[in-house]
């Protein structure tokens, strides 16, 4: 399966299939970017990042990739579990700033057993 | 270690009372941010201090909106006379010195005006 981030916020898994969670963004300065998970009552919580002198970069069976080209991320979860079931946002740093990081909309992730 | 830690996790305030929204950062981290978080929607941000300085409050909402860390480390947001539109999770958020290091945030505080 495979969400559009922004169009399409909900991407519905079968338990042991691969994830593709997709992040357009529109700051050709964005120089440094962050995926965070977020699970209902919680806050969001660091999964990867990526500095953009870099395409893609590998955490425990996470991965993202990074297409300046383009301005595309996106954030791969291998043998996806029940516990990945959250709501994932995407976040960009500008390289102007030293602080305000930029969240996306997200995208609602349902891993079925 | 210990995390980012808000409280209380929820309030519920009438219209036109005061409230007071406390973050206690991971020790030792320089910066410390707030943000809004509406419902189904990406966390927007309010405002950010290096030490006790408060170098960008841009995204406060309005002047009812006041933060402040006395001494470079536990924050409070203080929301006077709330409006229902104030309803939403405010979250903490601390880094550390370095500009490409992840926000640690805490668990929010939900805040809901009646």
């Known amino acids: 399966g495979e969400s559009v981030g922004l169009h399409l916020p909900t991407l519905s898994v079968q338990e042991g299939d691969n994830s593709i969670i997709n992040c357009a963004y529109s700051?050709?300065?964005?120089?440094?970017f962050i995926w965070y998970k977020q699970e209902s009552g919680k806050g969001p919580q660091f999964i990867i990042d990526?500095?953009?002198?870099?395409d893609k970069r590998q955490g425990q069976r996470v991965t993202v990739l990074l297409n300046k080209t383009v301005k595309h991320l996106s954030l791969q979860i291998a043998a996806t579990q029940p516990g990945d079931s959250a709501v994932y946002f995407c976040a960009e740093l500008s390289r102007g700033s030293n602080y305000k990081l930029t969240f996306g909309k997200g995208t609602l992730l349902t891993v079925n057993p | 270690g210990a995390g980012v830690s808000q409280s209380p996790r929820y309030k519920v305030a009438k219209r036109g009372q005061d409230v007071a929204l406390r973050c206690d950062p991971i020790s030792g981290h320089v910066s410390l941010f707030w943000y809004q978080q509406a419902l189904g929607q990406g966390p927007e941000f309010l405002t950010y201090f290096q030490n006790e300085a408060q170098l960008d409050k841009s995204g406060l909402p309005s002047d009812r909106f006041f933060a402040e860390r006395p001494e470079g480390s536990v924050s409070t947001l203080k929301i006077q006379r709330t409006q229902q539109e104030d309803s939403a999770v405010y979250l903490c958020?601390?880094?550390?010195?370095?500009?490409?290091?992840?926000?640690?945030f805490g668990n929010g505080t939900r805040l809901t005006v009646t």
């Open positions: 990526i500095r953009s002198n870099m």
């Open positions: 958020a601390s880094r550390g010195d370095s500009r490409n290091s992840p926000l640690h």
């Open positions: 700051n050709s300065a964005s120089d440094y």
